[in-house]
């Protein structure tokens, strides 16, 4: 295809940079089927009507780091309906992963009668520990989410 006004091509190779996220959207790429690709700062309004795509992206710039990146039209043309897409939001760890991995709990032996059994007292480590292992795996998850993002340019705000 030649390089004239009309193709994507021109357009690509003349690109220029769009204008700063806004509070309105700003439209990246607009169909007869209505908006496919928009950015800015406040993302869209739920229940707008004939404006977006189904399907429509939308990136949120509000200098808020990954917490909310990306959303998707899964409404209709007729009323749109964004949701953050799973995958590109940025999650962060429950507690510091390193802190954790070096915890451990032992059982003690309970005196009084005001504290707990030995038998409360077992089962209060074991709840920990269940605890500890959610919190790893927790870990574990959000890590590979990162590493997801971070695979495809986006990097963590610290």
Known sequence: ?????????YHH???????AGIADPQVI????????QCYGKTVPT?????KYAPGCLFFHVDGSGLVDVLYMNVGTYASCNFDPIAGFTQQSHIADPAAMAAVTFTSHAWNGSTDPTQAEGDKIVADLAAIKTAVDANNAAIDSINAALAATGITAAS
Do not use: C, F, H
């Not at 790429?29 to 496919?36: A, N, Q």
């Not at 739920?46 to 004939?50: E, L, P, S, Y």
């Open 29 to 36: 790429w607009k169909t007869e089927d209505g908006i496919l």
């Open 1 to 9: 295809m030649p390089a004239d006004r009309a193709s994507l091509a």
């Open 46 to 50: 739920d229940a707008t009507v004939n």
């Open 13 to 19: 190779d003349n690109m220029r940079a769009a204008p």
